[in-house]
């Protein structure tokens, strides 16, 4: 995987990575950018560039294998039950990060569908940003950044993915079995994988 954000969001990449080589991570992360564009994999790739013993994020030791399964006691995901984020969620967050963790090492918060949050929910967040329990670092995904309160995206740091070019769009089709005709129409419908997917899978 790490060879594929690489290649697909060097810049965002980078940037974290130059963050954390500088002892400059933010406590807050907003990734923001176009559907199918890799932004919760690299959420749990900075998750593991925290806990992983390797320079680079090796997605094979305990750590990384407790983050990728969303198993890990210090690393929390957060996803909309049904159609938004409720603030009962996030207070739960706050609840389970107040208390002492039996594992060394921060803790970490990642929000998938960020702009679904309730207006409550987002009043709740920024709060928490703003006086965060110990070593905490959020990580907010988002497609619809205008949706994402103002105040909570000026207390993050924004990094904004790209969509993929068709080079490596057609690369990624050609991984799953896609080919001929169908791989030349899917090209110019779409550059986005996730989007292709869902053509691929649409009987109609």
Do not use: W
């Amino acid at each position: 995987m790490y060879a594929t954000l690489k290649k697909a969001q060097p810049r965002a990449l980078r940037i974290i990575e130059n963050s954390k080589k500088n002892n400059r991570l933010s406590h807050a992360y907003l990734f923001t950018g176009p559907k199918g564009t890799y932004k919760k994999e690299m959420a749990y790739h900075l998750a593991m560039m925290l806990y992983c013993e390797e320079d680079v994020p090796c997605y094979k030791c305990p750590q990384c294998k407790a983050i990728l399964e969303n198993r890990h006691l210090n690393v929390s995901y957060i996803e909309p039950l049904g159609q938004s984020i409720k603030k009962e969620q996030i207070i739960a967050l706050q609840e389970e990060f107040s208390k002492t963790s039996l594992l060394p090492g921060p803790r970490i918060y990642i929000i998938n569908e960020a702009d679904t949050m309730s207006a409550s929910a987002a009043n709740s967040l920024l709060k928490f940003i703003e006086e965060p329990t110990g070593e905490t670092y959020g990580i907010l995904i988002t497609e619809h950044k205008d949706n994402i309160l103002s105040t909570i995206i000026s207390r993050s740091m924004v990094v904004s993915f790209s969509e993929l070019d068709k080079k490596m769009l057609n690369e990624e089709l050609s991984n799953l079995g896609v080919c001929g005709i169908e791989l030349d129409s899917l090209k110019y419908l779409t550059s986005n994988v996730m989007d292709a997917k869902e053509l691929m899978d649409d009987e109609g």
